[in-house]
């Protein structure tokens, strides 16, 4: 007997891992000239660091998902946005590879 047994866990979600991995997704995208390293431990080194910077977003409901989908423009979105910028560029300047 556990809550991961008696539960239904799915709807459980982190809507600011979706936003990290949106706005990682966008400056890979956006970085022509290839200064950032795309291998698997660096992108997900970024996207932790991102993570532990910023507050959890979770949700359990679909009025949670329509609320979540509404912060695209907010300053928690920036706050987002900006993480993201300085995990790129701690992880750029001291890449696990």
């Known amino acids: 007997m556990g809550i991961r047994d008696d539960y239904d866990l799915e709807n459980l979600t982190n809507e600011t891992e979706r936003m990290v991995f949106d706005a990682l997704e966008a ?6 000239g290839n200064k950032i390293c795309r291998c698997q431990d660096c992108v ?4 932790a660091y991102a993570l ?3 507050r959890p977003l979770y949700r359990v409901s679909l009025i949670g998902k329509l609320y979540a989908d509404t912060i695209g423009e907010t300053s928690y ?4 946005r900006k993480a993201v910028r300085a995990a790129i560029d701690k992880i750029t300047a001291n890449p696990s590879h």
Request: net charge negative; aromatic share 0%; charged share 30%.
């Open 27 to 32: 400056e890979l995208l956006g970085d022509t």
């Open 44 to 47: 997900l080194d970024m996207a």
């Open 52 to 54: 532990n910077s910023v």
């Open 77 to 80: 979105a920036e706050e987002v």
